[in-house]
């Protein structure tokens, strides 16, 4: 595994997509949650699994879409978080520290949300 990053970015938040990247991996926004959202994701990982369990076994369809949407609606929760995390931690560090680098953290958010509202 690679050493953590603490201070090439404002909050240790690293480049964005596009920018070069240290060898050094950066610690993320969400990195005070990580535990609980790779407990969650494996739990969706299971919810997932189940539901190739019931589509093998023809299980009635109105109890599989709901099943659907079950998983569905914990890979959003999932999203929101990393999304919460990443305002809280990436976002507002940088426009407190670097306020050049705000506008491209603002637009990197707007296009983040873009593509939650698309689910």
Known sequence: MTA???AASPAGCGPP???PAS???P???YASGKDDYLRRLRKIEGQVRGLQKMIEADTW???VVTQVASATRALQEVA???LNDHISHCVTSTARSAPDDGDARLA???A???QVIRL
Request: glycine share 12%; with cysteine.
């Open 4 to 6: 953590v990053q603490a």
């Open 17 to 19: 997509p596009g920018r």
């Open 23 to 25: 060898r050094l991996r």
């Open 27 to 29: 610690v993320r926004g």
């Open 61 to 63: 369809c109105p109890d």
């Open 80 to 82: 929101v978080g990393l």
């Open 108 to 110: 990197e958010l707007a």
């Open 112 to 114: 983040t949300i873009r």
